[in-house]
């Protein structure tokens, strides 16, 4: 069974500029959780969506948004780059909410 | 406000030797912890979980021992092995299992030397 996917793997973009990442869950799997990891502050949650509705949210700014599609893909969205958006964000689905996280490799986006 | 702490961003350790990762929580509706090793550019690999309820989960070279009065969990890995130096993050739920938006550790970088 393919693992979680995350497209692109590495990303370079300025300030101001706004920005898609792509998550694929492992197949059947219904529930995606987005984090970010930062040097500074470890891994962060951003968001988690079950059956194409957010569950959860974490302590982000608005510029931070996401969604689920009914395949259960999921992207996330930041708008208006800022420096401290440079980190690895990654995706990570289960079966249900109750079950254990499968993490993707990450996408390595760096702001200039 | 830090939930889950690991105090010690780096351990050293002898091959052979047991290795034991420490993690603090100050939020005592977590019930539910979990242990992850991550590989540089690599994603988080699920290790190890523990519930609340229990104060200590065996798996292979892996234990997880609880200790709920204190908010302290640690990882012991015995015999280490070089192929376990890694980054191995602590986090915890307080969703009742719920696993969809954990808290996190900084991490502790662990160097098993042959």
């Known amino acids: 069974k393919a693992g979680v996917t995350q497209t692109p793997r590495y990303l370079i973009k300025t300030r101001g500029q706004q920005v898609t990442l792509s998550c694929s869950p492992i197949?059947?799997?219904?529930?995606v959780s987005w984090y970010q990891q930062t040097p500074g502050q470890g891994l962060q949650f951003l968001f988690e969506?079950?059956?194409?509705?957010?569950?959860n949210k974490g302590n982000f700014p608005g510029r931070f948004s996401g969604r689920q599609f009914s395949n259960s893909r999921s992207e996330m969205n930041v708008s208006t780059l800022e420096l401290g958006d440079s980190a690895l964000y990654l995706c990570?689905?289960?079966?249900?909410?109750?079950?254990?996280?499968?993490f993707g490799p990450g996408t390595r986006l760096l702001v200039l | 406000d830090q939930q889950v702490k690991q105090n010690s961003p780096s351990l050293s350790v002898q091959e052979g030797r047991i290795s034991i990762l420490n993690c603090d929580y100050t939020?005592?509706?977590?019930?539910?912890f979990l242990w992850y090793k991550k590989y540089p550019a690599e994603g988080p690999t699920f290790l190890i979980s523990?519930?609340?309820?229990?104060d200590k989960n065996e798996d292979g070279r892996f234990t997880v021992f609880l200790n709920k009065s204190a908010k302290h969990l640690s990882l012991h890995i015995v015999p280490s092995q070089p192929g376990d130096s890694a980054v191995y993050f602590c986090?915890?739920?307080?969703?009742?299992?719920?696993?969809?938006?954990?808290?996190f550790g900084k991490g502790t970088k662990l160097s098993v030397k042959p």
């Open positions: 986090a915890a739920s307080g969703n009742g299992g719920s696993q969809g938006n954990l808290i």
């Open positions: 939020n005592s509706m977590f019930d539910y």
């Open positions: 969506y079950f059956s194409e509705t957010q569950r």
């Open positions: 197949s059947g799997h219904r529930s």
């Open positions: 523990i519930s609340s309820i229990k």
């Open positions: 990570a689905s289960t079966l249900t909410t109750q079950e254990t996280q499968y």
